[in-house]
């Protein structure tokens, strides 16, 4: 199977007309398929799937999961107000807190949702303001992986987690304070390329548990990490062998622990990357030497990961699909910003592009939106999410981008 054919070419130009571009589309129904296909993966009875909300906080994809029965990740007050305020319950929700004020945290903990502490100082105030709280823990598990620098979130250059040597520390602060660790947390990276290094964060987090005393554990959880396809031909991981490797070894790590404990995982990426796509329409063709420069109406503050990560993201050309062209040229595609780096694409083959075409960026439902910005004072686009079951369509939301006023508007407003 092609993976970035494009099956529903028609709806995608018909979209672009109707809201116009930029537009960010996401498919309901798929991120409803990636949800049941990363519970299959798991043959453990308990497995908790917490969605790390950071990947998408769109209200429709939110109330997707929370219908499919998903719990919440969350980082931040607004986040967890958001979780909340579409549907999901207090006990669905971790809030797992990075260098946070203490007033974020008297704010998160007046909403009732377990905290995920990731570092001793926030653990001692923590337990100083709220004895007897029931706490998730993080731990770095030292093991160094991710698609890139930026988002490698183990090993000794990372700002996460409380370093596994601090542990009886950690213990001796929960004691302290009455605390009673419900959880124990790790997560190593994003993107994870080889699932060997997500099973070797699990291993660490696992030998941490057994050589503890946790009386109080109801689950551990592995954090997310787990990576989709954005380039043609590149590797395939096996998450259902992975998940059959770690549904053993978390079955025997409860028999020897001694009674059954909750398996979870936070999954952010893996269900709503590959449901999101980026339309956006080509108004400029140029030539610098013998680069093709092709100018579109979206920059890197609507989809950053090309420049921040060197990110690939697949782009067709739907127009040239629907007009049935064959001819691929090389491009560079380029965005609307007053900077260099912005650029979605270099030295790309794509089919022959005219001004006027809508181009699609794929695997654009993770990490896009929501690491968007106003930068140069762009508005961010539209967003609209169709969600359909065969082939009917039963809920279109759309959210409108701020026009240049309004955007204006919002920044003049006290
Ligand atoms: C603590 C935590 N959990 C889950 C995730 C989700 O990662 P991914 O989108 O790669 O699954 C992240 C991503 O940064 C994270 O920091």
Do not use: W
């Amino acid at each position: 199977m092609d993976h970035f054919a494009l099956k529903n070419k028609e709806q995608l130009l018909d979209l672009a007309v109707r809201h116009g571009t930029p537009l960010y589309y996401y498919d309901g129904a798929r991120v409803r398929e990636q949800y049941k296909l990363f519970r299959s993966f798991f043959s453990f009875p308990h497995v908790g799937v917490h969605y790390a909300m950071k990947a998408n906080y769109n209200p429709t994809l939110l109330r997707i999961l929370c219908e499919e029965g998903c719990n919440i990740d969350a980082v931040s007050h607004a986040e967890v107000l958001l979780a909340l305020q579409v549907g999901f319950r207090s006990s669905d929700i971790m809030y797992t807190s990075n260098m946070i004020s203490d007033t974020e945290m008297q704010a998160v903990a007046a909403l009732g949702v377990l905290f995920n502490i990731d570092s001793l100082s926030r653990l001692e105030k923590f337990g100083c303001a709220f004895p007897g709280s029931r706490v998730c823990l993080r731990f770095n598990p030292e093991v160094v992986t991710g698609h890139h620098d930026n988002v490698k979130t183990g090993g000794d250059e990372t700002k996460f987690g409380i370093n596994l040597r601090n542990i009886d520390s950690a213990l001796a602060i929960c004691s302290q304070y009455g605390l009673r660790v419900v959880g124990v947390h790790e997560h190593a990276g994003s993107g994870i390329p080889e699932t060997v290094d997500m099973e070797a964060g699990m291993s660490a987090i696992l030998r941490l548990v057994t050589l503890s005393r946790f009386p109080d554990l109801e689950f551990v959880d592995f954090g997310g990490g787990f990576k989709v396809l954005y380039k043609p031909g590149e590797k395939v991981v096996d998450y259902f062998t992975f998940g059959a490797s770690v549904s053993a070894m978390f079955s025997s790590f409860c028999s020897s622990f001694g009674r059954e404990l909750e398996m979870r995982f936070e999954p952010g990426r893996f269900l709503v990357a590959e449901a999101g796509y980026l339309l956006v329409t080509v108004n400029t063709l140029k030539y610098n030497g013998d680069r093709r420069i092709v100018g579109v109406d979206s920059g890197f503050p609507q989809l950053i990961r090309p420049m921040f990560y060197g990110a690939y993201h697949h782009i067709t050309n739907v127009s040239a699909l629907i007009r049935s062209d064959v001819e691929v040229e090389r491009y560079d595609v380029v965005g609307n910003i007053c900077e260099t780096g912005d650029r979605f694409a270099k030295d790309r083959m794509i089919s022959t592009i005219s001004e006027g075409d809508i181009l699609c960026i794929h695997t654009a439902g993770a990490y896009g939106f929501a690491m968007g910005g106003v930068y140069n004072l762009r508005a961010m686009p539209t967003e609209v999410v169709i969600d359909s079951t065969d082939g009917v369509t039963f809920v279109e939301f759309v959210r409108k981008g701020l026009s240049a006023q309004e955007l204006i508007d919002s920044v003049l407003s006290k």
